[in-house]
């Protein structure tokens, strides 16, 4: 006999109505200006997009700050669209924000964080890291140089290209 307030058993699980998700080869990329003064703030823009998009986000790095004249790039990464990117800078100076998050849904997404230089460091290289990770797991970095001096400004552009990590088992 049934009852009629009973519940209705669970339908069958339908594997063949279940999708796979989209997943997208990105690279990571950091745009920042290749000298930098104490005491001035400047912005570094990261952007995430697909391997085939590469040439747009150079452009779109351009576009976001043209006083960032270095743009360096990290190699592939499999990324299924909907995912979570939580992106973080390496930097003697403190970043604001101190972290970042992308959902990524497979167009070219970019976020930007203001760094004030307010340590005295003497002139000469600054070494940064952009990590990307998904819930702790580090997927992708990229390594950076600025030159902390006198100018400012730099007319030179050049795209260098690093190694990411492609799994992590």
Known sequence: RLDAAAPAPPAPYDLETRKAPVKDIVEFGV???????LGMAFIVDVLIYCQVDRSQAIQRAAELNPDNDRFRSAGAAEVARGTKLSVQLKLPWPTDPAVQVIHWNGSIANVSFRVLPNKSLPPG????????SVDGLTIGQV???LTVGQNATSEDRRISYARAVKSAF
């Open 143 to 145: 390594f950076f140089r």
């Open 125 to 132: 290289p600054v070494h940064g890291c952009c990590k990307i």
């Open 31 to 37: 745009s920042h200006p290749s000298n930098v003064a």
